[in-house]
């Protein structure tokens, strides 16, 4: 690959992990207003059916298989089949009008699903190679999960681990690096705290403890 092509590359990278930053930032304050205004308007729970059709619908508009879900996502970072570039805004809206109605949703195959569809459209934009291509989703993934969650080099790691199952990827590892510092730096800049979990208590170590 010719040193300009690699230039190029490596800044369609650093431009994934901005704007992954950016994406996961604004999708961490749209879940947590849609949160508040569930919590603060109880009776919004009744409107979870209605939230599913929309859904439904945004998808159809969109043109968005319904089967499409996180392992769709990771097969399209080893290379095995494209991601829709509108898997992003289905996944946004979709995430953000379950949590408004109280449903159930977890926030970190969201987090992947975003990430890789991102990275993907990039790839396409800057037409890369297809193996910059994964590593571009690799870098979309880590820099939304890491504005998410604040954990930069959790997400560099574990996205990594995604791009090769049977073995280590450096590259996988340098891109979500690329991918995942400058995200949790936009997301700082815009307010988004890490997440925190406090524990407490820990239980003393017994035999007790070691077996239940």
Do not use: N
């Amino acid at each position: 690959m010719q040193v300009k092509k690699r230039v190029v590359a490596w800044c369609a990278l650093l431009l994934t992990g901005l704007c992954g930053g950016l994406l996961g930032a604004l999708f961490h304050l749209s879940l947590d207003v849609s949160t508040r205004a569930r919590q603060s308007f109880r009776p919004l729970l009744f409107a979870l059916p209605l939230a599913g059709l929309l859904i439904v619908g945004l998808y159809r508009l969109l043109r968005v298989p319904f089967s499409t879900g996180t392992h769709q996502v990771l097969s399209a970072v080893r290379g095995e089949k494209p991601i829709a570039p509108a898997l992003a805004p289905a996944i946004f809206g979709g995430a953000v009008l379950t949590h408004l109605c109280g449903g159930s949703a977890g926030r970190e195959g969201a987090a992947l699903q975003l990430g890789g569809s991102l990275g993907s459209a990039l790839s396409r934009l800057f037409r890369l190679p297809s193996a910059w291509g994964s590593l571009a989703a690799t870098a979309g993934m880590s820099a939304v999960f890491s504005a998410l969650f604040g954990t930069p080099f959790a997400a560099a790691f574990f996205c990594a681990e995604v791009l090769c199952v049977r073995r280590f990827s450096l590259p996988g590892l340098v891109a979500g690096l690329v991918g995942a510092l400058p995200a949790a730096g936009v997301a700082r800049l815009l307010g988004v705290a890490p997440v925190r979990y406090q524990i407490p208590t820990l239980p003393g170590l017994s035999p007790q403890s070691v077996w239940c």
